[in-house]
């Protein structure tokens, strides 16, 4: 029996529109955290929302790994101020003195850790959609962090995605399967402070630009 079908446009409407698209707005890459813990029910649920992601071949590669320990948070941090230190050599003059003063992750505060993996050897999905295209699977973790991002949001949790760090000792830290790629680390919380406005562009650091500047045609 077909399954009954139903007017999407009739049944979300113009408010919900307009709410998905302020969400869109307030989602922003949080650095800054309180330190009340978030409800592990709340965890779930969230994490729940992020299941809904597309992947290819219905593969769901994306791993959720929960960093609770104080040896494995220890060594997170470790490894981001060893990268932290590194990337600021790569600057110099007003540049270097505007990079040593952003905050780039809230590991100390957040109250969770998530690191997200992909797992590059799975049987599910039967390698449909990513014989020619490998990386798929990549994007398709992706799609369930921005999924996750939202939803988190959706319940005041602000995230915030830290890239500065070394993947290969993060994996090692982490102790996980040999197939699994770090593809982001999460740190999730409560906001100080909610924005619209990105905090790079807010300290000096990058502006958005005008989106009509990447949008082409052939």
């Known amino acids: 029996m077909p399954h009954a ?9 113009p408010d919900f529109r307009d709410e998905l698209d302020r969400l869109f707005a307030l989602r922003r890459d949080v650095r800054r955290f309180r330190t009340d813990p978030i409800d ?8 729940h929302r992020a299941e809904l992601s597309p992947s290819v071949g219905n593969s769901q ?27 600021l050599d790569g600057y110099d003059g007003d540049r270097a003195r505007l ?24 049987p599910q999905g039967h390698g449909l959609g990513r014989a020619t295209m490998p990386e798929t699977l990549d994007y398709s973790t992706v799609a369930a962090v921005t999924a996750l991002w939202l939803a988190a949001r959706s319940h005041g949790v602000g995230l915030g995605w830290v890239s500065i760090l070394d993947a290969a000792a ?7 399967p040999d197939t699994w ?5 999460l740190c999730l919380g409560y906001p ?13 650091w990058q502006e958005r630009t005008d989106p ?3 949008r082409f045609s052939r």
Do not use: M
Not at 5 to 13: M, R, S, V
């Open 5 to 13: 079908t139903t007017d999407i446009a009739a049944e979300f409407g």
């Open 40 to 47: 592990a029910d709340l965890l779930d649920t969230i994490l």
């Open 61 to 87: 590669p994306w791993r959720w790994v929960e960093v609770r320990s104080p040896r494995c948070r220890g060594q997170i941090r470790e490894n981001f101020a060893r990268c932290n230190a590194d990337a």
């Open 99 to 122: 990079y040593s003063g952003l905050k780039l992750a809230g590991l100390d505060d957040a109250p969770v850790h998530l690191a997200v993996f992909t797992d590059h050897e799975l």
């Open 170 to 176: 993060a994996h090692r830290t982490l102790e996980v």
């Open 181 to 185: 790629s770090l593809t982001a680390y």
């Open 192 to 204: 100080e402070t909610t924005t619209d406005v990105p905090e790079l562009e807010r300290v000096g």
């Open 212 to 214: 009509g500047a990447r």
